[in-house]
């Protein structure tokens, strides 16, 4: 459970802001959507092998 501590200078506005970024940070809804719909294994390494060969082509064109 997310806990945030409101102090008394802290508008709700803000403590929203820290709640929603908490929030983000655990992940919590990346998981919802990838478990919505089921990836085979396979199609799983091959979208991961196409993610390392595009981030390694651009850290090759960084260089150069």
């Given amino acids: 459970m ?6 008394e200078e802290d508008n709700i506005e803000r403590a ?3 709640y929603k970024r908490k929030f983000d940070r655990t992940g919590r809804m990346r998981e919802l959507r990838s478990r919505q719909a089921f990836v085979k294994p396979s199609e799983l390494r091959r979208k991961q092998r196409e993610k390392a060969i595009y981030i390694q ?7 150069n």
């Fill in 2 to 7: 997310i806990v945030v501590p409101v102090r």
């Fill in 57 to 63: 082509h651009l850290r090759d064109a960084e260089e």
């Fill in 16 to 18: 929203l802001r820290r």
